[in-house]
């Protein structure tokens, strides 16, 4: 007779003799073991059944089992031996039926595309204005604003399908948009290539399968719930492969030394409101501020009014974000190279200029790699590998996305205090003042008093502000320093980009 599962709290067997009764199910876990309460009665009989736990895998609890129900059932223990070896058979074959099922069912479903959606994607990667037709459909998607920061993560996440694959941290205020904004974007990659992460143990990177991460999109939704793991992700970014040792005993007692292995390459996103606390993994990402201007509050406020009032298209969403994923599944990997590499060379300002340049070089790549179906498909004679080249109009694209993301990195303020310094300015420029105190613009500006404070300092010990005590009134005013740094920085950027960009023009002329 085989097991009897309609139910999983109560798995029934029996024979001609014996019907037993496995209370409560089995668990999956720990196959070392089966730890089972059971019931056993004989068919057709008024004795009352015999109960009892035990695992049926430790030789002396079972022993003593089949000499008590042989006792109280007045069988042969034979008889009982050879049912409970059956049972036994049956729970193994069932618990790992479960497993496997309970495997398949974590695991995406990958989506066949039909020939009609092929030809459909296919069609919009071959498209004049890739990158503006993109950027139109992320909105359309549900993405409100941020126009460079939706492409920009769009692309680097499009990078996960390559050897070195881009990483990007979203940074802001609490309350500014951050996760959602991540989360969009992430929606519109296919689901199968996207592991969404809330919070990580120290070593839960260590526990995943050996090719589970494998060109996969990890999006932690909050850096700062991570925090214990960010080391074996920073070796994960950079070496595309993480190795663990652990001592574990096996069933004889002895001890063995394992390695979890997990391998790569990987692409990782994330959000956090404290940019200097990630130092190491931010030199390995892009980084990116969310735009908290009033206009973005107006475009935000304004679409959760109409969602709201009923007057957004939910389906149209989805089905913009099913089309951008099956543009993603008609991208495949291929061999980049860049004729024009050796002229890109970035402005003298930027901080951290090695690796910033390989970020530089890798993007443009990410750029190439978008617009593969309008690249010639080459081949090397000597390997018979298949490339494509680089052109001037993937340059000029991925210049257009960084210029403000070398900016920031150009500059020797946090994105926070930048941003702090930059309405102070406009506000002093309003009021045609130099001067100012802190409660006025803590007021003015409605920061809270110790973010405040922490802005102040970093711009007095910079030289940005000098705090002056008035002499009648004993109190503390700041004086404006510096007004048209920030100015300068940019248009030295822009300046460096377009001239190495109009350099490279006139000799493809």
């Known amino acids: 007779m085989k097991l009897q599962t309609d139910t999983t709290d109560q798995l029934f067997y029996g024979n001609e003799i014996l019907q037993l009764t496995v209370l409560g199910g089995i668990k ?22 015999v109960r009892h736990n035990l695992d049926l895998y430790n030789d002396t609890q079972l022993e003593k089992f089949i000499r008590k129900v042989a006792e109280k059932l007045e069988i042969g223990t034979n008889v009982i031996a050879a049912s409970l070896s059956e049972l036994t058979e049956e729970l193994e074959k069932y618990r790992l039926d479960k497993i496997k099922e309970k495997e398949e069912n974590l695991k995406p479903k990958i989506r066949q595309l039909t020939k ?20 139109i459909l992320l909105g359309e998607a549900g993405l409100i604003g941020e126009e460079t920061n939706r492409l920009l993560m769009y692309l680097i996440f499009t990078t996960r399908k390559l050897e070195k694959p881009l990483h990007i941290i979203s940074l802001g205020s609490s309350g500014t948009g951050k996760t959602y904004l991540q989360e969009k974007v992430s929606q519109c990659i296919p689901p199968e290539e996207v592991i969404n992460i809330t919070t990580l143990s120290d070593n839960a990177f260590y526990y995943f399968g050996k090719t589970d991460l494998k060109y996969k999109l990890i999006v932690i939704e909050d850096l700062d719930g991570a925090a214990n793991a960010l080391y074996p992700l920073r070796e994960l970014q950079t070496k595309n492969r993480i190795v663990k040792t652990i001592v574990q005993k096996n069933t004889k007692g002895e001890t063995k030394t394992i390695y979890l292995v997990v391998e790569g390459p990987v692409s990782v996103a994330g959000c956090t409101t404290w940019e200097h606390i990630y130092e190491d993994n931010a030199n390995r990402c892009f980084l990116i501020y969310l735009d908290e201007s009033d206009q973005q509050d107006q475009k935000i406020m304004q679409y959760q009014r109409l969602k709201a009032a009923g007057k957004i298209d939910g389906y149209k969403q989805r089905e ?28 003298q300002t930027v901080f951290k200029p090695r690796r910033t340049n390989e970020h530089y070089l890798q993007f443009i790549e990410a750029v190439t790699f978008y617009y593969q179906h309008q690249r010639k498909h080459r081949t090397d004679k000597t390997t018979g590998e298949i490339y494509i080249n680089t052109t001037l109009e993937d340059i000029e694209n991925a210049n257009m996305l960084l210029k403000e993301i070398l900016l920031r990195k150009s500059d020797e ?42 802005y102040q300092n970093q711009l007095q010990i910079l030289g940005y502000i000098r705090r002056k005590k008035d002499v009648k009134t004993k109190s503390y005013t700041f004086e404006l320093m510096i007004s048209r740094d920030y100015e300068t920085l940019q248009k030295g950027i822009d300046t460096a980009l377009d001239q190495a960009f109009k350099q490279l023009t006139t000799k493809e002329q």
């Open 413 to 454: 303020l946090t994105g926070a205090c930048r941003n702090y310094l930059e309405n102070l300015k406009e506000y002093l420029k309003i009021k045609k003042k130099k001067t100012f105190t802190s409660l006025e613009i803590r007021t003015q500006l409605r920061i809270k008093e110790s973010t405040l404070r922490n």
């Open 116 to 135: 009609v959606e092929k030809e459909e994607a296919v069609t919009f990667l071959k498209s004049k204005n890739l990158l503006q037709k993109t950027n």
């Open 28 to 49: 999956l876990e720990g196959l070392d073991r089966m730890r089972v309460t059971i019931k056993i009665q004989e068919q057709q009989s008024s004795r009352p059944p």
């Open 320 to 347: 913009t974000q099913e089309f951008l994923q099956n543009t993603q599944r008609m991208l495949q990997p291929i061999k980049i190279i860049n004729p024009y590499a050796e002229q890109l060379i970035l402005p």
